[in-house]
């Protein structure tokens, strides 16, 4: 019986692992780290003596937005000085070479994925090179400086414009999107991301309730939620990344 047992539990696990098609991928800050990025909270949360809070809640615009356009403009500029690694190149090559679905779910807010190749890519949490008018809702390609005075592309009205980026206390984008691609996965990936930013960090736990999917954690350490990962690797995304994305690739991680 036991024996017996032990084959179907074999046989189901064979059949998911064969059956796997959607992959989606969640990413933080910990895979552009390594192209030399600075993440929101280096140096213990701060910025020029400032709390990140304090540049990056609707307040925090009402009260000094000059502030948080000189945050958001260096931040933007320093794009222009890093390039992917091959943890992004890796994801890029995954999505164009595997036979199913491959989408990437990024809390980053910015454009290396595009840069490395990938197509397929959610920015939950805004852009940098995006900008947004709070008169006219715009949405719009953005590489510049923005202030006050600085008029809106598409309704050239001044004194509306903002980075289109998710604030504290604001909703992250498209999360009906990411539900659906989610509740559809069959394998989740999560790599470089802390997993204490919510909703995010609860991704883990909606794939867990539908029982379908494989589960893993790619990090530098363990993340918060670590526990409810079937699978971990630990240790630099750009090394952990390409190396598991060819055991996908040869049916061996699946």
């Known amino acids: 019986m036991a024996h017996e047992k032990s084959a ?55 009260r000094d937005p000059e502030l948080v356009y000189r945050f ?48 397929a890519v959610i920015h939950m949490h805004g852009e940098l090179n995006k900008g947004r008018c709070t008169g006219c809702s715009g949405v719009f390609a ?31 984008l498209f999360m009906a999107e990411i539900d659906s691609i989610l509740s559809e996965a069959d394998l989740f990936m999560s790599i470089g991301t802390s997993g204490n930013v919510y909703p995010a960090a609860d991704f883990v736990a909606q794939i867990n309730a539908l029982g379908r999917a494989k589960t893993v954690e790619l990090n530098l350490e363990p993340s918060e939620g670590n526990h409810m990962f079937e699978e971990s690797h630990f240790g630099p995304a750009a090394k952990l990344v390409p190396s598991y994305v060819e055991s996908i690739l040869k049916g061996e991680a699946l």
């Open 72 to 119: 958001y403009n260096m931040r933007r500029q320093a794009l222009k000085d890093v390039s992917p690694n091959p943890a992004h190149t890796a994801l890029a090559k995954l999505e164009k070479i595997h036979n199913g679905s491959v989408t990437i779910v990024t809390q980053n807010v910015d454009n290396l994925h595009e840069q490395a190749g990938s197509e």
């Open 142 to 172: 953005w590489h510049l400086d923005m202030d006050e005075t600085t008029p809106c592309p598409t309704c050239e009205q001044s004194g509306g414009l903002r980075p289109h980026i998710v604030w504290f206390g604001e909703m992250p």
């Open 8 to 62: 179907v539990l074999l046989k189901a696990k064979l059949g998911k692992a064969m059956s796997i098609n959607n992959i989606v991928i969640l990413t933080g800050a910990g895979i552009s780290a390594e192209s030399g990025l600075s993440t929101f909270r280096d140096n213990d949360g701060l910025w020029e003596k400032h709390r990140v809070e304090d540049v990056a809640t609707p307040e925090a615009f009402k």
